[in-house]
Every structure is written in C-alpha cells, then in structure tokens.
C-alpha cells in the first residue's frame, strides 16, 4: 500500500473535542495514516508512572476510521522531574552554558532540548518510557509501527545557532574519552596520531574552539558514531516491548553540508531502521512571500534519502503542509510567515516524492498549530479543521496511490552517475573554515548541472563506489588512507573517475601530504601536483569546453597520465589517466562550487562532458529540460514518472529512451485513463500541463 497521510496530535494541539471530526475527515478524503506525537515529558509524569490515556483514545479513533498509526518517539523534551533529580545531565555548551528545559517552537508543551543522552542516568529512564510505550501498543490492530527518531539529527545548533557547539558535560567528556581508547589503546598512541605529549587520559578534553585538526576531527567523528549509536538504542529500547512491528526514522538529508552541526550521517542513521524518510519543507528558508522554492533541492534531498537507504522503502515523512510560521534560527519567525504552498507546489512536490523512490507522503500537518511560534502555520486545513484547495489536492494523491498499488513496488532504476559523498571532506572543510560551504556548495554544484539535463544522480558512500561505471569526487582536499584505498579499488577493477582539484592534499588526522595527490593515489591519477595558484575566474579548457577557476587553480605534472586540459598560460590543469581497468580524470579546481556560486553555462557544460568522457548515455533525455523523467520497474512492468516543473504548459515534448531500458511499444498514461502514446525505436511524444505530472505504463 502506498501510505498517505498527515501528522495529527503533538501535545497539547489539537484539543481532544476535535480528534473525531479531523479523523473522519481524513478518512473521507482518502489518507490511509496519521501519526502521533509521543511526548517523554507528558507521558512520564513522574518517576514510574505513566499517562497513556490521551494515546489511548487516539488509537480508538484511528481504528475507527481504518487509518494506521506511525507513533513518533520524541525524548528531545524530559520530564522536569527528571532535571530536578539529576541537574548535571542537562546540555552543556562550548561557552559552558548549560541549557535549561524550555518550550520551543516545535515543543510547545516545554521539557526541550531534552537531557545528555551519554548520561546513564537519561539513558535508563528513557529505555523505560520506551518500553513501555511499545508494550501499550504493541498489540493494537492499527499500529503501523515506530518512526523511533523524528528527524534524527542533532537539534540545539538549528534553534540557538551553529556557532554554539555541543556537549561539554562530563558524561560526554568521559564518553569521548572511552571512544578515543578503544580507538587509539594507550596514551601515547593517541599522542603520536594528535601530535600533543599527553600523559594521561585525563588531560584529555574534547576541542571548544577551532584551531587544530585532528582533535577536531576525532570529535566530531566521535559524535557522529554516539549519534548512531543513540539510534541503535532506540530500536533496542522499543523492541523490548514490541517484537512485531516496524522501526523506521527520517532526516533532513543533513549529509549534503549539515554533519558538523547536526551529527545526521543519513547512511549511519539508514542503516539502523527498517524504512528510511525525510522531512521536507521547501520555504522554511523562503520569507519573502514571492519567491518560489526550487525544484532542484527537493530533488536532491529526496535522491540523497533514497541513495542513503540503499534500496530499503523511503517515505516523505514530514512534507510541508502549509506556510512555514517559526522563531528557529533559519526560518521565518513567530511572527514572519513563508507564502502559502500554490496548488502547483503540492503537485511538483507530490510527484516529485514519488519520481524520486518515496512509497509514502505523510503531510505536516492536518491543522495548523495552535500554540508557540509556530502557530498558525504549517496546516493543510484551516485553523478550524475546514479542507482547503490544498486538502483537496492532497487528496488527490491519496486516492491515486489507492487505485495504482501496483506502483508500491515498482523501484527506481539505479542511476546514470554517483556524487562520492565523503565524510572526512566534510568535517575537514569545517574544521579548516568552521563551515562546510566549499564541500557542500561543490557536490550540490555538480547535482545542479546534471539534474538540469535530466541525468539521474545517486549519491554513494566508499563502500557503495562499485555499484556504479562513473563516480564524481567533489572538494576531496583531505582523504583518509582507507578511502583512498578503496578509491584505489575502484579504479583498478574499471570504474571511472572523475576528482575535482587535490586530492588528498591531507590525509588521516588532516596532516599534509609530501606529495598530492596523496595516500598514493597519484599513482591513479599518473600526475602529481606542480603548484596551487589562488588567481579565480581563469578559464580552464577541456574537449572545447572552458570552465573559470574558483578557489585553487592546480597545476600538474603529469607522470604516467596524459594532459588533456590546460590554462590559457599552457600550464597543465587536467590530466586523464588508465590504472588498471578503470580510467581517472583529475580537474585542477572546483567546477561545481563555479556552478552553484557563478551560475555559468560554461561551468555547467564542463560538469555534463563526463558523461561523455565515461561514454555514458543517459537514461531519458527531454526535448525540454523543465519536463523531469524518471524510469521505474518491477517483475511484471516498466513505468516513466514525467513532472512539468515550469509554469507554462509544455505540448508535444519528445521523449527519447535508452536501449539499455528495454524494448517498447506504448506508453499507456495511468493519470489520464486510456490515453495511450506511440513508442517507436525509443521515442514518443507527450503533452504536459504546468505544474502537472504523470506516470506511464510501457507495454
């Protein structure tokens, strides 16, 4: 079944003399789920006692209405209670600031940011509030099952700011301390890899401010495995108490330039649940109301969530329901408001979740909010409970994804390309900059030019490099030896790569390399680095194509590899390589930060001529770029997903497939009952109206 549906009940909204009438409505307009908030702080009231009552009549209604329930678990807010007894467990900060319990916007019922979970004290109480969460429900015919960490990232930096760092408590100091043992055994260990002459483990403390590399980057290593491993705690607490149903859990595909500040690896945090999601709301950074959101980035979050999964079911777990009200530090305030989302945009970012591998779309929220700065945003229904265009709309969708369950389990074809998504490029950036903007300015970059063309992008992690002919290496100044090797394996046994400029210009604990690239990959690249030039705007040329310099201009000298692109001076500035069975193309700077900052044709030419440089021919090419494809299959049928973007309509828009997809005849349209397309040797014509999308069944 595919899942439609909305978030419900977030204590105290909404009043309970409205939960009947606003789950029939749901029902009546065709959602098949809801989802509750489970709130630690209202449901623990004391020290062994708990309060279910208000869930209880929740799960009476839903059953009634045949809707399936998610149960989101939500411990960012502690019972007070439980600070009281134990005070030293609250967040400490870099400053030493210590964070007292709070409403937020998105906790109006107060007890955020929650305690330290490396405190035992936390750990043990919250474990009891899960198990028995799970064992209240565990039976009951509409539960679905447990969304165990509702964005699963790090909260504090989003509302007080990303340059207030976290946690300096002394659970989180000893935690850091256990994790530096088992990785590094003694003392001096730890010494030679941190460069410090350290005698004991108790001089050891995590970094507070910027200034050296490799305490930075074990830190955040560190917190990044803690944040996994709180994950892992999750799922093990619930299944205490409920053996049968599913553990999933959703982002914010906070991989592409968030891990620094909100610890959310989405391949850590995939790899610990059943079912992958996101959440989505395209204006949270859009106050000015006449600005449109981009289509782009709801893409790429979506293929980042799908891509992180690794082929388990994603959902669109919180998709933005009505205008965007909140006093978060990147978003508009309790007073300011986004734009209210156009009929236009729920059909762009419905078709958009489903083009893009999602099997399910749950709306934030049914109502908008009624207490905090969030209020009176984010509603699919008006501020009584009343549909609106837009719950019509969302209706829409809710009753084609019933009448076509044969979609549910038709998967996305694997893509065209993978971006590297490296993690240690990542923290490095910050580590060097306190940001992350040149890593993840680059790999979006790169995502921009190709997504334009309609070329499919994944995203893969070092272990998934294999799985694909060609792989992009955006910003990778600081590669560890491991993932060099496997760069190196890669490479060797035929896959095609293209880096963008020095690699491995640092190395594990980010100390510089002698040679660059280094890690030995300057065997694979068959060049070595002659020299680094600041000078941007320069125009690097390639195979006819030029690209401007932005940040490094890299000059090589090349050894076993042949240089095939040069500055206008004649200096080399790309070489392409053979290493084993696979070839290497090695670019002097950075083309997607010149794409994602300067927005230029010439940056975003140079960024498609991979595909030719790999020789590969892309799944679906458009007459009209605004016209997005994407190619789905199952055991019994192949399907192409089409989504005009543009808000103009789009006539007679040809559409050319690959052969490496099959063979086909018609195109029957699963939108518009009975209209059927003419497919002869790849290629057929379409007609789409603005905004509007559809999926075609290939025979």
Excluded at 29 to 38: D, I, M, Q, S
Excluded at 276 to 281: D, E, K, R, Y
Aim: net charge neutral.
């Amino acid at each position: 079944m595919l899942v439609y549906g909305a978030q419900y009940y977030r204590t105290p909204n909404p009043p309970q003399s409205e939960w009947a009438k606003d789950l029939r409505n749901m029902k009546q307009l065709g959602f098949n789920t809801v989802k509750f908030w489970a709130m630690w702080n209202h449901m623990h009231p004391a020290p062994g006692e708990f309060d279910f009552s208000h869930f209880d009549r929740l799960f009476e209604l839903a059953a009634e209405n045949e809707l399936q329930v998610v149960i989101s678990l939500i411990i960012e807010n502690a019972p007070y209670w439980l600070v009281q007894k134990y005070p030293y467990t609250r967040y400490v900060a870099h400053d030493g600031v210590r964070i007292d319990l709070i409403a937020r916007p998105n906790t109006p019922g107060g007890g955020w940011p929650g305690l330290c979970l490396d405190n035992k004290e936390v750990r043990d109480e919250a474990t009891k509030f899960m198990r028995a969460l799970a064992k209240r429900y565990e039976d009951h015919p509409s539960l679905y099952g447990y969304d165990v960490w509702d964005e699963a990232f790090f909260e504090p930096p989003g509302y007080f700011g990303k340059e207030r760092r976290y946690c300096y408590c002394s659970a989180s100091v000893e935690t850091f301390r256990r994790w530096l043992k088992e990785r590094y055994q003694t003392i001096e260990n730890l010494s030679d890899n941190w460069y410090r002459r350290y005698t004991d483990w108790e001089q050891v403390i995590p970094p507070r401010f910027l200034g050296g590399y490799p305490d930075w980057l074990d830190w955040l290593k560190f917190r990044l495995v803690n944040h996994k491993n709180l994950m892992h705690w999750r799922v093990a607490s619930l299944r205490e108490g409920d053996r049968k149903h599913k553990m999933l859990s959703h982002g914010i595909a906070g991989s592409l330039g968030e891990l620094p500040y909100r610890l959310n690896d989405d391949w850590f945090n995939a790899d610990e649940v059943e079912q992958w999601g996101l959440s989505t709301f395209p204006y949270w950074s859009y106050p000015q109301v006449e600005k449109k959101s981009d289509p782009v980035k709801y893409f790429m979050w979506v293929d980042v969530t799908r891509s992180s999964a690794r082929g388990k079911t994603i959902w669109q777990e919180e998709l933005q329901g009505g205008h965007v009200q909140s006093g978060n530090a990147v978003a508009p305030g309790g007073i300011r408001r986004s734009r209210t989302p156009t009929l236009g945009d729920y059909r762009i970012w419905n078709w958009a979740s489903l083009m893009c591998g999602c099997k399910g779309v749950l709306y934030w929220q049914w109502r908008p909010e009624l207490l905090g700065p969030e209020s009176p945003g984010f509603g699919l229904c008006d501020l009584d409970g009343s549909p609106t265009k837009r719950t019509k709309e969302a209706a829409w969708f809710a009753h084609f994804a019933k009448d076509n369950a044969e979609l549910e389990d038709a998967k996305l074809v694997k893509g065209d390309l993978a971006i590297a998504m490296v993690n240690e490029s990542q923290l490095f950036c910050f580590a060097a900059e306190g940001n992350t903007d040149f890593y993840a300015h680059s790999l979006q970059g790169v995502y921009r030019a190709l997504w334009e063309i309609n070329v499919q992008v994944d995203f893969a992690k070092p272990d998934d490099f294999g799985n694909y002919k060609l792989l992009y290496l955006p910003f990778p100044l600081m590669l560890e030896k491991e993932t060099a090797d496997k760069i190196k394996t890669y490479v060797e046994e035929g896959g095609i790569l293209v880096s963008e400029a020095c690699p491995a210009h640092f190395t594990d604990h980010g100390y510089c390399s002698f040679k660059v690239p280094g890690s030995g990959l300057d065997k694979v690249f068959g060049a070595v680095q002659k020299g680094v030039d600041s000078e941007e705007g320069l125009s690097l040329y390639w195979q006819g194509f030029s690209v401007p310099t932005i940040l490094h201009q890299e000059k090589f000298s090349p050894e076993a590899g042949k240089p095939c692109g040069f500055y206008p001076d004649g200096s080399i500035g790309i070489v392409e390589n053979r290493f084993g069975k696979g070839r290497t193309l090695l670019i002097g700077t950075y083309p997607g930060l010149t794409y994602y900052r300067k927005n230029t044709a010439e940056a975003a030419s140079f960024i498609r001529n991979v595909l030719n440089f790999a020789g590969i021919t892309q799944h679906i090419c458009t007459s009209n770029n605004e016209v997005k494809v994407r190619f789905f299959k199952n055991e019994k049928a192949h399907y192409i997903y089409l989504l005009n973007i543009g808000n103009k309509d789009k006539e007679n828009i040809q559409i050319v497939l690959s052969n490496k997809l099959g063979r086909f005849n018609k195109a029957k349209d699963m939108v518009k009952k009975g209209e059927r397309y003419e497919v002869k040797e790849g290629i057929f014509y379409i007609s789409l109206e603005r905004e509007q999308g559809t999926v075609l069944k290939l025979e």
